[in-house]
């Protein structure tokens, strides 16, 4: 499974972004898949995951209610709509996907991830 995150960009505090998450497969439809971000000088950041037929999701604690993860198996992609975006959003935004049940917050459990696609937002 290929996957190409894209939508990132420079935004103003406050402005929104819907990343979006492309897949090679169809199978991937079968697959749980999260979002990630990573600043300049920290470590990878669990910021969403969905199942795989979109029942089920769960945040990070620094995104709930700002940030909606979503799913289209038809067209193989995964969305994360980013609202009432703050400086501390800027980093570079990975999607990523995992067989197997459970969502998992921790990178280690992903098997296929994407290039990333930055965000910077500005104050």
């Known amino acids: 499974v290929q996957l190409q995150a894209s939508g990132g960009g420079f935004v103003q505090a406050g402005d929104s972004l819907r990343l979006s998450c492309a897949a090679s497969?169809?199978?991937?439809?079968?697959?749980?898949m999260g979002w990630f971000r990573q600043a300049p000088g920290k470590e990878r950041e669990f910021l969403a995951a969905?199942?795989?037929?979109?029942?089920?999701?769960n945040y990070a604690d620094s995104v709930k209610g700002r940030f909606t993860i979503s799913r289209d198996n038809a067209k193989s992609a995964v969305y994360l709509q980013m609202n009432s975006l703050k400086p501390e959003d800027t980093a570079v935004y990975y999607c990523?996907?995992?067989?197997?049940?459970?969502?998992?917050?921790?990178?280690?459990?992903?098997?296929?991830w994407g290039q990333g696609t930055l965000v910077t937002v500005s104050s």
């Open positions: 990523a996907a995992k067989y197997g049940p459970g969502l998992a917050v921790n990178d280690n459990d992903y098997r296929y």
């Open positions: 969905i199942n795989w037929n979109g029942n089920s999701k």
């Open positions: 497969a169809r199978s991937v439809s079968s697959c749980d």
